[in-house]
């Protein structure tokens, strides 16, 4: 108490009581790939063996904490508090559920082969694929978030068609592009294309995650 004085002279016994000092057993020398272990281990407990990118959950994880821990605005009460200063239960596990998402998607060559495009635009296709899977990640981006409701609620309008894979991704192109435009600068149509590709093998009718063992081109989406 008497040091924690010396800095904040304003500081009460009441308030120290609610300070708690845990000891943390990661290695000081290699800090980011013992965080990385844990959080395979985390992983493992919650949902299991999945393949998944331990680079981009790190990633995500650890720039969330340092935007949080760079917030200098005020702080009123509690709520606050959590709101900006904290990771919430809510967001681990919204990362938990892309982990869950992404390994339930088909691998690229198998959604490629479904393409009617060129060469060159399944090439710039395949580049943002990879991109926008560790982008998906990102719980917190909002103005991805916005975009991909709104392919959602467009593509569960769909539920039913018989369009083949490349005319479905051009359908919901066409009703989302503005959007698009507007919240993801610098707008490129193989950024957007890959996103609606991402939501179309991540889309299941009844709220979880889809599960593919065919092509829309061969079932309905």
């Not at 039913?160 to 919901?172: E, F, H, S, Y």
Request: include cysteine.
């Amino acid at each position: 108490m008497s040091k924690l004085n010396a800095e904040y002279p304003a500081a009460t016994s009441a308030a120290a009581g609610l300070i708690r000092f845990v000891r943390a057993d990661l290695s000081l020398h290699d800090s980011s790939a013992h965080i990385k272990g844990k959080l395979d281990e985390f992983v493992l407990s919650q949902i299991g063996s999945v393949e998944y990118n331990p680079d981009t959950l790190y990633k995500t994880i650890v720039e969330e904490c340092r935007t949080r821990s760079k917030y200098t605005g005020g702080v009123s009460d509690f709520a606050d508090l959590i709101k900006f200063k904290s990771i919430t239960r809510s967001q681990v596990e919204s990362w938990l559920d892309q982990v869950r998402s992404r390994h339930a998607l088909p691998d690229w060559a198998e959604i490629s082969n479904h393409l009617k495009v060129s060469g060159m635009e399944l090439a710039e296709l395949s580049r943002e694929w990879r991109r926008y899977r560790a982008i998906a990640l990102d719980a917190g981006n909002e103005a991805i978030n916005t975009l991909r409701d709104k392919i959602r609620n467009e593509l569960e309008i769909l539920v039913g068609a018989t369009l083949d894979l490349t005319a479905l991704i051009d359908d919901l192109y066409s009703k989302v592009e503005d959007l698009a435009v507007a919240s993801m600068p610098p707008f490129k149509p193989a950024r957007l294309k890959a996103m609606i590709i991402y939501e179309v093998f991540s889309h299941d009718t009844t709220g979880e995650v889809q599960k593919t063992d065919q092509m829309p081109s061969e079932a309905k989406p």
